[in-house]
């Protein structure tokens, strides 16, 4: 009996400590649900958020397409020799030389010798011409020489073919110090030397490369497109290019008008300002694909990318920040059009937005942020 008593007695005990456990556990876990609960309207109830604001505009974009393109020299020449000659020295890959400098040397004495040889000719001719022409006037001022009228054409002749022989001498000397002059080979335009076509002890004959000069200061971007994407065109339009993370404004120089027979593309050139792109660049260059038209535009910094939807937030003349959901349109550099409850001159948030909830308050920074582009 006395055994029942203590078996139930402690069997009491059990139920009242697993019921005072249950009390404590259920009162741990509303606790818990009522800190989330907080926790998720913290922000909307904490300080003001520090944000930076841009206003929202009117601009004229135009819808876009990308299309792959390279960074060529204006000028990539193979300079070739003038004259014939033996190389004696070419300038070394990776020169960077002026124009007007020698960038290769040809063996000069044959080219000396007959300079030399035909000025000898040159002086030769010109003694017999300026005798024949003084022994011609010398009859000629006589009255009464006695020289019939074929004599005196005989030696007027003799005359005139003597002074065109010197002509003719003095042409030849002029070539001569040409060639001799060509000796030199001469960078037609500033740049650097990229190859050498020739090597020290070839002989070179006229048109012989012999160095591959690239000017690598005056730049342009070559890119093919479809033929409706340049039909909106127009030389001095302001295209960007893009190359890696860095992008630059250059201007549009010519849209060639004759296409590929197989792809149907026609080539664009683009002046390139200076810049340290290297020749060879693999550039994309955005070209409109319609006419522009005026839209309101943000800064591409003011929107907040979800999974399931694209946002603005615009703070309100209460300092509060409103979500705007909205549809993304054209883009030209840091701006990108809007399409939703967004008006031009509206403060945009375009630093601070990525925690903001709706309705939260706000506080602006006191030095305006400009856009990333």
Do not use: C
């Amino acid at each position: 009996m006395n055994r029942k008593i203590i078996f139930a007695g402690a069997a009491g005990l059990f139920l009242i400590a697993a019921a005072g456990g249950a009390f404590l556990y259920g009162g741990h876990v509303g606790a818990s649900g009522e800190e989330t609960a907080d926790a998720e309207a913290a922000p909307q109830n904490g300080p003001p958020a520090p944000v930076a604001v841009a206003k929202a505009e009117t601009r004229n974009l135009a819808p876009r397409a990308e299309t792959p393109g390279a960074v060529v020299s204006t000028r990539d020449s193979r300079v070739a020799a003038a004259t014939a000659g033996k190389i004696e020295w070419v300038a070394e890959v990776g020169a960077e030389v002026e124009q007007g400098d020698t960038i290769a040397r040809l063996e000069q004495a044959d080219a000396i010798f007959m300079r030399d040889d035909t000025a000898a000719q040159v002086r030769r001719l010109r003694a017999r011409a300026d005798y024949l022409e003084s022994f011609y006037q010398r009859f000629a001022g006589l009255e009464e020489a006695g020289e019939s009228e074929a004599s005196m054409d005989e030696m007027r002749s003799n005359r005139d073919e003597a002074i065109q022989a010197l002509r003719q001498a003095e042409v030849a000397l002029q070539r001569a110090e040409t060639n001799l002059e060509r000796t030199e080979v001469k960078a037609p335009f500033a740049g650097r030397v990229v190859s050498q076509e020739a090597q020290i002890g070839e002989y070179a004959n006229p048109g012989t490369e012999i160095v591959r000069l690239v000017d690598t200061r005056h730049l342009e971007v070559t890119a093919r497109a479809p033929a409706g994407l340049t039909r909106h065109l127009q030389p001095g339009e302001t295209i960007q290019v893009i190359n890696g993370t860095e992008a630059l404004d250059a201007t549009l120089r010519a849209v060639v008008p004759v296409g590929d027979e197989r792809s149907r593309m026609l080539e664009i050139r683009l002046e390139l300002p200076e810049t340290g792109w290297y020749i060879g660049s693999g550039v994309r260059v955005s070209l409109p694909s319609d006419r522009a038209r005026r839209v309101t535009a943000v800064p591409r910094d003011a929107l907040v990318l979800r999974a399931d939807r694209i946002s603005v937030y615009v703070i309100g003349a209460d300092s509060t920040a409103k979500r705007v959901d909205v549809e993304l349109g054209a883009a030209d550099g840091g701006f990108i059009e809007v399409i939703g409850e967004i008006a031009p001159g509206d403060d945009v948030v375009i630093r601070g937005g990525e925690r903001l909830r709706d309705g939260q308050a706000v506080i602006l920074a006191k030095t305006p942020v400009e856009p990333s582009a």
